[in-house]
């Protein structure tokens, strides 16, 4: 057996050989470590950069934007999950495109919208797959809100030409086959609206004040408040115009009336009318002599009552609230009340005007003879009583 003394190894420090066996080993270990490490590096930065290079190709062809014939190898040879997933975006596209086409009004247009973009949502994961469907998604949202916008735009066209049609404005033949063939359903809309104000025209034509007009006004205004959640908004727009065009008619007829009133008296007091006038009445009211003949047969008892008839005021008086008592009760309409009450008081002027032409006659001759005669003075007194009697 061999003693310890014998031991070779005998009195080495194995603890400090060790610890130099490490110390020499450590360095060349950490560099072949970092030297991996980069290699590993490399190799992931590479891969991302390939796939970042995958992505932006899928990204521009949903795009519709040029992809070289070696981009398009590129993804198919080494992506080609990333090339189905761009297919089905495609597709995608091609479905809301066909969609967005066939949307006839812009409530329709933000329902495809929002149907496509609740299907977009966050991935659970984190994977490049996953990042690029989503990329992809919301890709084809944006390129579809862009030809959305597009569609907005030919349907404001379409509107616009319909009001055009409403206002009685004139429109091209192309502009006419444009509604026709592309936006029916708005043609249809301005048929409607057209048949609206028809209605609503005869409705007011038939109110006999003007309180029953402006009633129907505000209760049409009043049901478009109602409907408005029923309703699209080219409908809404349609009616909101249709009101505006009958609130203008109503305006001017007002303004046609106060005209029709200075031409009446006109023609009640015999006096000419001019060019304007003539033509006024011609487009307007054809028929307005006529009817004023009529009417002044009808009050021709009127001015046979006696000038000095001392009743003669208060029939004028009674006659006058027998004509707003038959407006009342709708028997006839302002404009028959408006004649009747301008030969009413055109009556009433002539009679004053009888009356200062005889007082005007008398003192003109009183006074020519006042120093001449003590007698003129007593009768100026008299006929001052007299006057004055007879405005009690």
């Known amino acids: 057996m061999n003693s310890v003394s014998n031991n070779p190894y005998r009195g080495i420090n194995t ?13 060349q270990i950490n560099k072949v470590e970092s030297t991996q490490q980069q290699v590993v590096e490399n190799f992931v930065n590479k891969i991302k950069e390939e796939i970042e290079k995958a992505q932006l190709i899928c990204i521009k062809i949903v795009k519709g934007e040029y992809v070289s014939k070696s981009e398009l190898d590129f993804i198919s040879k080494k992506y080609p999950d990333m090339k189905q997933l761009t297919e089905n975006s495609l597709k995608d596209y091609d479905r809301i ?16 919208l929002s149907k496509f973009s609740k299907e977009i949502l966050p991935s659970a994961k984190n994977d490049y797959i996953n990042q690029l469907q989503s990329k992809l998604k919301n890709t084809v949202l944006q390129e579809i809100i862009k030809f959305s916008e597009k569609i907005k735009l030919e349907i404001q066209k379409a509107e616009n030409i319909a009001l055009k049609m409403v206002k009685g404005e004139e429109i091209s033949p192309k502009e006419e086959n444009f509604l026709k063939q592309k936006y029916p359903n708005i043609e249809k809309i301005y048929q409607q609206t057209t048949r ?9 034509k038939n109110c006999k004040t003007e309180q029953e007009r402006q009633l129907i006004l505000s209760k049409e205004i009043k049901n478009l408040e109602l409907e408005k959640n029923a309703l699209s908004s080219t409908e809404i727009k349609f009616k909101s115009i249709a009101i ?26 015999d006096k000419s009318l001019n060019k304007s006038d003539e033509k006024f009445i011609s487009e307007e009211y054809p028929n307005i002599k006529e009817v004023i003949i009529d ?13 000095n008839d001392k009743n003669k005021d208060k029939v ?6 027998d004509i707003e008592y038959q407006i009342k009760n709708g028997r006839i309409n302002e404009y028959q009340a408006m004649i009747k009450k301008i ?28 120093t001449e005669n ?19």
């Open 374 to 392: 003590k007698i003129a003075v007593i009768t100026l007194i008299v006929i001052i009583l007299v006057i004055a009697n007879f405005y009690r």
């Open 15 to 27: 603890t400090t050989q060790n610890n130099n066996i490490q110390t020499n080993i450590k360095p």
């Open 343 to 370: 030969i009413i008081e055109n009556i009433k002027r002539e009679r004053k005007d009888s009356i200062n032409y005889y007082m005007n006659l008398y003192l003109n001759m009183i006074f020519t003879t006042v």
């Open 244 to 269: 505006k065009e009958v609130e203008q008619l109503l305006k001017n007829n007002k303004e046609n009336i106060k005209k029709l009133q200075v031409i009446v008296f006109k023609i009640i007091s």
């Open 295 to 307: 009417e002044r047969k009808n009050y021709q008892y009127l001015n046979e009552l006696s000038k």
């Open 316 to 321: 004028l008086s009674d006659t006058i609230k």
């Open 97 to 112: 495109i066909k969609e967005l086409k066939l949307c006839k009004n812009h409530e329709e247009i933000e329902k495809v």
């Open 196 to 204: 609206y104000i028809e209605r609503l025209k005869i409705d007011l």
